[in-house]
């Protein structure tokens, strides 16, 4: 338990040999140190959640998301730490809140960084239907692209087309109602197209010459309908419509499930709205929420820190700061005091070494020289 203790308080940033002393201070500092420490836990998860679907596919992505994880969540636990613990209880509370006011933006900012990954694995299900939905609506828009193009580009052939087609088959019912004639020209029917004459007489050859043609016709047609499909078919391959299908259920599963970071914070997105554009407030309420929940959690110790009245600890922590201060002070001027010293000694030093040379050498040359 004693152990915990001393982590959560240094979780918390606080000057361990100082709280020490001041019991009534100890419950206060392991909740900020404890919030702190499970804000980073949080950011751990959060981040690795959001890493391994970076990386999702790879055969590393899980060692990947767990590095990212440790050192996202190690960050934010440093930086909470500090935001806390600089945080001190001198001024008024306007001050202070003055003071927090940065830390505060930041620890907002930090709350939503860390909600979004978990509001993704929350709402998972709800996401993959909508990517499912998104996928398949945009296999949709493409074929009906690819479609148009295809139609707006050999408009004229397909036009070519649909004539022989359509005179293909009037040409069909009118060498059916020829044939029909035919017989009843051969058969004596006496109708206002025959004769009524019995046998295969001057009638009947006309009758047949005209179906001859109709036919001959008819051969021309076909084939040239043929040779127009078979074109546009190798058009449809070509200009790639063929190739495109619409996805199939396990397909639209599988698309779902290896979805990437921005795709499925689209979708969480647009859970928030209706397939007309409205608000689904439900939906929307809940995922600000969690969102609201995170960043509450993340600016808990900040607000915990400035809540919290001057306990004998924050002024214990601002006399050592002034100690503190002062020892640096007093330090400064026996460095200061002792670089003098020491440039005084060795600026006599260097007289007195420059004296023994000027000696040396005058000495040097009054024995080399004679004045009589």
Known sequence: MRKVTRFFWFCSGAHIETLKKYPLEHNKYVGIGATIFFTALFASLSGGYAMYFVFNGDAFAVGFSILFGLLWGTAIFNMDRYIVSSI???????????????????????????????????????????LRSAYLKGQHNKIDTLQKTYNDKYAMELAKNADLKKEKDSLEKDINRSRYQLNQEV????????????????????????LAGKEARLKTVTDNAEKMDDYLSQRKIYEGVNDVKLFTGHQLDSLSAIAGFADRNWALGQLTYNENGTRDFDTYMAVSFIAYLFILFECLPVFVKLMSPRGPYDVAVSKLTEANLHYAERDKEREMNITDSLYDHQLDADKERRRHIISGQSAHDLGRHRYD
């Open 88 to 130: 001190n209880k001198e001024g008024t509370t306007g001050q202070q809140i003055l003071q927090a006011s940065p830390r505060i933006l930041l620890a907002i900012m930090i709350g939503i960084v860390i909600s979004r990954p978990l509001e993704l694995k929350i709402f998972d299900k709800e996401i993959r239907q909508k």
């Open 187 to 210: 058969f004596g029917d006496k109708t206002n197209q025959t004769s009524g004459i019995v046998g295969y007489g001057t009638y009947a050859k006309q009758k047949q010459d005209v």
